[in-house]
C-alpha cells in the first residue's frame, strides 16, 4: 500500500518534505481489530508536533493521521461489531488499557497506557489501516467522507473543550485562534445555546471575517480587548501569548481552556508577563484538555448529525500532505484540510 510517513523528526522548512511516500505491506487486522480502507484523513496541528518533536512517535518511520473515514475492507478473527463495506471513523484514541482507575471512570484520555492514532500506531495518511472495533465509529450518513474526517478530532475535541468551559447559555464565550477546530465550536455553540455571543481573537483579517461569516458577535485580533467580558474562553492556538492576552479578557471567575496537546515554545518568555492582578485573581482559572475519550467522539457525531455540523474543507491528494502540513505551519487556514486517499 502508498503511505505518506515519517521518518526523521525535524522542524518544518521550505523546500524540505517531512514526510516521504513510501510503500508498506498492507496490515493484517488481529484479534477484534477491523482492516479499514482508507478514504480520507485530516490534518491536524498535532501532526506538526509529532513532525517537530513536541510529541513524537516512540519509533520511525510512522505513519501519521488521526481524523481517519473508511470503509471495512477484513474482519480479525474476533471481530464482529462491523460488517464489511460499513464505513467507520478512527479518531485520536488508539486504545486505553480499560482497567486503570482513569478508565474505570470514564476519563480514558488520562490512562498512563493511552496510545494515539497516527502517533503510537500507523495512522491513515496511507490507503489501509487497523484498529479494534472498540475504538472505531459508524459515520452518519448525512456527511461526506471528507465533511466526516475533520469531525473524528476537530470536532470531537471542540465538543469536550466547549464542556470544560462549564458556559451557560447567555454568557460571552472567547475563541482564540480559529482554525480547525473553532470553525465547528462556532457551528456548535450557535446551535445548543443560541444566547451564547461568541468572541474570536484571531491573527488575520481574513480570519476574522471568516468568523464573523459563521456568526461571531465580535472578532478581533489576539492581543485585542474583548468590548465585554468573557465568562469562558477557549484557546486552540500553538502559542504562549495568546493565553496571557486571553486571560485579562476574562471575567471573575472565568475559565480558560487550553485546547492543545502540546505549545510550541517560541514565545514562552511571555508568560514572565503574567500579571497576578489583573490576569488571575478573583478566581481565575486555566484548564487543559488531554486527548478525547470514545464518549467525546460518539456524542459530537451525533450532535453534528442531528444540527447538521458540516465543516469548512480544504482537499489535497495523498501525496499533497507535505503542502497542506506547510499551509498549516504557515498559517494559511480556512476550516479543515482533508487528505484525499
Known amino acids: 500500500m502508498k503511505a505518506m510517513a515519517l521518518s526523521e523528526i525535524g522542524f518544518i522548512q521550505e523546500g ?103 502517533r503510537d500506531a500507523f495512522g491513515g495518511y496511507a490507503e489501509y489501516c487497523t484498529v479494534s472495533e472498540a475504538f472505531a465509529y459508524p459515520i452518519p450518513q448525512v456527511f461526506a467522507d471528507q465533511e466526516a474526517a475533520p469531525l473524528l478530532c476537530a470536532g470531537a475535541i471542540g465538543y469536550r473543550a466547549l464542556r470544560l468551559t462549564g458556559i451557560h447559555d447567555g454568557e460571552n464565550l472567547g475563541l482564540i485562534g480559529f482554525g480547525a477546530s473553532a470553525h465547528l465550536v462556532l457551528k456548535m455553540v450557535g446551535h445548543q445555546y443560541p444566547g451564547i455571543r461568541v468572541f474570536v481573537f484571531a491573527r488575520s483579517r481574513q480570519e476574522q471575517s471568516f468568523a464573523r461569516e459563521l456568526g461571531a458577535y465580535w472578532a478581533g485580533g489576539i492581543e485585542d480587548l474583548s468590548p465585554e467580558k468573557l465568562q469562558a474562553a477557549i484557546d486552540t492556538t500553538p502559542a504562549w501569548t495568546p493565553v496571557v492576552e486571553g486571560l485579562k479578557n476574562l471575567n471573575r471567575g472565568g475559565r480558560l481552556v487550553i485546547n492543545a496537546i502540546r505549545k510550541e515554545g517560541y514565545d514562552k518568555n511571555r508568560l514572565t508577563t503574567l500579571d497576578y492582578e489583573r490576569d488571575l485573581w478573583l478566581e481565575k482559572e486555566i484548564k487543559s484538555v488531554a486527548n478525547v475519550t470514545r464518549r467525546d467522539i460518539e456524542e459530537f457525531l451525533a450532535l453534528a448529525a442531528r444540527i447538521p455540523i458540516k465543516p469548512e474543507v480544504q482537499e489535497y491528494p495523498l501525496v499533497e500532505a507535505n503542502t497542506a502540513l506547510r499551509e498549516l505551519k504557515e498559517k494559511k487556514i480556512r476550516g479543515d484540510k482533508v487528505l484525499r486517499i
Open 16 to 118: 524540505l518534505d517531512p514526510l516521504k511516500l513510501i510503500e508498506l505491506p498492507v496490515p493484517e487486522p488481529v484479534e477484534d481489530q477491523i482492516l479499514v480502507r482508507v478514504t480520507a484523513c485530516g490534518v491536524c496541528h498535532t501532526e506538526l508536533d509529532e513532525i517537530e518533536g513536541r510529541t513524537p512517535p516512540p519509533h520511525l518511520p510512522m505513519v501519521l493521521g488521526h481524523q481517519v473515514v473508511g470503509r471495512v475492507e477484513q474482519l480479525g478473527p474476533k471481530s464482529n461489531r462491523f460488517r464489511i463495506g460499513e464505513r467507520v471513523g478512527i479518531g485520536w484514541i488508539y486504545s486505553a488499557c480499560g482497567h486503570c482507575p482513569q478508565c474505570r471512570q470514564g476519563d480514558e484520555n488520562l490512562c498512563p497506557d493511552f496510545m494515539a492514532t497516527g
